[in-house]
């Protein structure tokens, strides 16, 4: 069993910054890739960003590429999304995610076995 903390949301004007956390207890986390999924209001979840267990290999959605930064600490049991240049389509409730047992379907939200309880991101125009 694994449980997942999300922190770090909030409320910034366009162009700025905020750093996401997601703290996990319980199974190795070094050994379990972490994903971070965001759901707007009214829209399907989608993928954001994935890192694998020993931090060495990330992915992005194209629409964050260049914009966010997954990144791991595996001392800390912690996953971080660092989000620069802030859009108002960023808007969404942000969930990071741990994925036991990698079939190979990355960006699907059904590959992912536990969730945290969302934060919500708010970018104003």
């Known amino acids: 069993q694994v449980q997942l903390v999300e922190s770090g949301g909030g409320l910034v004007q366009a162009g700025g910054s905020l750093r996401l956390s997601c703290a996990a207890s319980g199974g190795t986390f070094r050994s379990y890739g972490m994903g971070w999924f965001r759901q707007a209001l009214g829209k399907e979840r989608e993928f954001v960003a994935r890192i694998v267990g020993a931090g060495s290999r990330t992915y992005y959605a194209d629409s964050v590429k260049d914009r966010f930064t997954i990144s791991r600490d595996n001392a800390k049991n912690t996953v971080y999304l660092q989000m620069n240049s802030l859009k108002p389509e960023d808007t969404a409730v942000y969930y990071c995610?741990?994925?036991?047992?990698?079939?190979?379907?990355?960006?699907?939200?059904?590959?992912?076995?536990?969730w945290g309880q969302g934060t919500q991101v708010t970018v104003s125009s």
């Open positions: 995610a741990a994925d036991l047992y990698y079939s190979g379907s990355y960006s699907n939200s059904r590959e992912y076995d536990y």
